[in-house]
């Protein structure tokens, strides 16, 4: 009965693995355009036209990530938004001279710099969110809620398990 059984089990996992292989182009696909649109410097300098700012376009995702994941080292930001940890350094410079960041000794290791949100930063944050969620409502209008609902959830489970995945594919070699 096990025998049987786990054989089963196998056949439905290599069907399953099969069905996943075969629509792994399209998901791929998927993600490059919706990374090409996020990444296109016109995109971005949109939406810092409609959050009324108007500092560098390269520094938006900078204040973006440090808002949301701060105080974070500079060397981990350079690596989120995959940029040499010089350039970053004198970027997030420049976002303390416009007095949107500050920036300081690590709690943990006092030799790692972390940049850390000022309240002028946080205002200019609220101000991209609230453009966002303009452009977002625009974007979702025609949408149901539970396809919306599903999307969130989806997208929350592909984001998770994209983070767990150096982890998942060395644990299993």
Known sequence: ??????????????????????????LHRSL?????????????????????LSFERALFPLIVLVERLGPIGVVDLAGRVGRDYTTVSRQVARLEELGLVSRRAGTTDRRVREAVITPQGKIATDAVDKAR???ALALFQDWSRSDF??????MRMLADGFSAAPAAIAAST
């Open 32 to 52: 490059i355009d919706i990374v090409s649109v996020m990444n296109r410097p016109e995109n971005d300098a949109a939406m810092l036209e409609a959050a009324g």
């Open 133 to 135: 969620e303009r452009m």
């Open 1 to 26: 009965m096990h025998i049987s059984s786990r054989r089963r089990c196998v056949s439905i996992n290599k069907v399953h693995n099969t069905h996943i292989s075969a629509a792994l182009p399209e």
């Open 149 to 154: 609902d599903e999307l969130l959830r989806l």
